[in-house]
């Protein structure tokens, strides 16, 4: 199971609507990004999401712990 750093992250989702949601700081140096939908499918079909570094990879699938 991978394990996940104490540093903060970025999110930032497109809506529905276009308009794009963010929360973390701008300058956190994990970062997860994509639609909201893929977001929501990214638990079950890991579609829809970019993520950097490459160890922030594991909040896709498994979620912060």
Known sequence: MPSF???PF???LTG???R???W???NAAQRVWGTALGFCLS???GLGL???PPSANGALV???R
């Open 5 to 7: 750093s104490a540093e």
């Open 10 to 12: 970025r999110v930032e």
């Open 16 to 18: 529905p609507d276009g």
């Open 20 to 22: 794009t949601w963010r």
């Open 24 to 26: 973390g700081r701008e």
């Open 43 to 45: 638990s079950t079909i």
């Open 50 to 52: 970019g993520a950097s």
């Open 62 to 64: 498994h979620g912060p």
